[in-house]
C-alpha cells in the first residue's frame, strides 16, 4: 500500500475543520486521539474498571486520560485502576495517571521504571494492558520511517510481553494496542503479535485520518510459555 508521508502532516487549517479535532477541544481531551483509543476500548474491550495500565508514547497524554477514566484511576478506593504514562517528553499531570520520562527502545530500563512506580504505589507487579501510540518523528523518508514504527512497536511488544501476566481465565487477560505504519514490516509485526497472544486483530479506527498509514494492532490474552518471551 503507498501513503505519501505527506498526507500524514497536517497543515493547521485542516486541522480546525477536523471533527474530532474540535470534539478534543470541547470533550477537554489533549488530543484527537483520545478517539481512537476510546474506539478500540469499545470494540475490543482492551480495559476494564481497576486495571493497571501503561501507555507508551504518551504525551501529550490522550490516550492516558481515557485509560485513567475507564480504569477509574484518581481515587483512593481499593480496586482503583492507576496508568503509567512512558514518553520521551514530560507530560502535565492528570489524575490517575503517573508520568515517567523513558526512552521506550530502551526497553529493560523502561521495564524497570514501570515496576518502580507500580512498587512505590504498593501495587502488585501485575499488569493488565500495554497500550502503545508511539510515533517517531517522520524524516519524509517512507521506507526509514515505516522502519522506525516497527522498531518502536516492537519494543512496546517486548516490554508487553515482560510486564504483562499470562493469565489463562478471560477477565484476567493481558491485553496489548500498538500502533505500526502500514507497509513492509507490518505483516512481520502483525505475525509476532499473532504468535503471543490468544487474539490477534488489526483495527483502523474512524478517528484516524483517511490517508494515514498509521493501524492499531490488538493482542488480548498474552499467551503462556515456557521460560520468559524475548
Ligand atoms: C502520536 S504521539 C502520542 C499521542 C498520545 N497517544 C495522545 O493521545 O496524546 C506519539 C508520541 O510518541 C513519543 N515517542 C516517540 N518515540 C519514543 C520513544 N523512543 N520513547 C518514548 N516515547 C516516544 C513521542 O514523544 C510522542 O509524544
Same mark, same amino acid.
Request: aromatic share 10%.
Given at each position: 500500500?503507498?501513503?505519501?508521508? #505527506? ?22 481531551? *489533549?488530543?484527537? /486521539? ?67 520520562? /523513558? ?17 512505590? *504505589? ?64 507490518? #505483516? ?15 483495527? /483502523? ?26
Amino acid at each position: 500500500m503507498f501513503f505519501p508521508l #505527506e498526507t500524514l502532516m497536517v497543515r493547521q487549517a485542516d486541522l480546525k475543520k477536523d471533527r474530532f479535532y474540535k470534539r478534543a477541544k470541547q470533550e477537554g481531551y *489533549r488530543s484527537r /486521539s483520545a478517539f481512537k483509543l476510546l474506539q478500540i476500548v469499545r470494540k475490543f474491550g482492551v480495559l476494564k474498571k481497576g486495571d493497571v495500565v501503561v501507555d507508551l508514547g504518551a504525551a501529550p497524554g490522550g490516550w492516558s486520560q481515557v485509560a485513567a477514566g475507564v480504569v477509574g484511576g484518581g481515587g483512593r478506593g481499593r480496586g482503583r485502576g492507576v496508568v503509567v504514562s512512558v514518553d520521551l517528553q514530560p507530560m502535565e499531570k492528570i489524575a490517575g495517571v503517573v508520568a515517567v520520562q /523513558s526512552d521506550l527502545t530502551n526497553e529493560d530500563e523502561t521495564v524497570k521504571v514501570v515496576k518502580e512506580v507500580l512498587l512505590s *504505589r504498593g501495587k502488585a507487579l501485575v499488569v493488565d494492558a500495554v497500550i502503545s501510540d508511539a510515533s517517531p518523528k517522520l524524516s519524509g523518508n517512507r521506507s526509514y520511517d515505516q522502519f522506525r514504527s516497527l522498531e518502536l512497536s516492537r519494543s512496546a511488544l517486548k516490554i508487553a510481553s515482560a510486564l504483562l501476566n499470562p493469565h489463562g481465565a478471560e477477565d484476567q487477560e493481558g491485553n496489548f494496542v500498538a500502533k505500526i505504519f502500514q507497509g513492509a514490516y507490518y #505483516e512481520q509485526f502483525y505475525g509476532a503479535v499473532k504468535e503471543r497472544f490468544r487474539f490477534a486483530r488489526s483495527f /483502523s479506527p474512524s478517528a484516524s485520518r483517511k490517508r494515514s498509514a498509521e493501524i492499531y494492532v490488538i493482542g488480548k490474552g498474552l499467551k503462556k510459555r515456557q521460560g520468559k518471551w524475548k
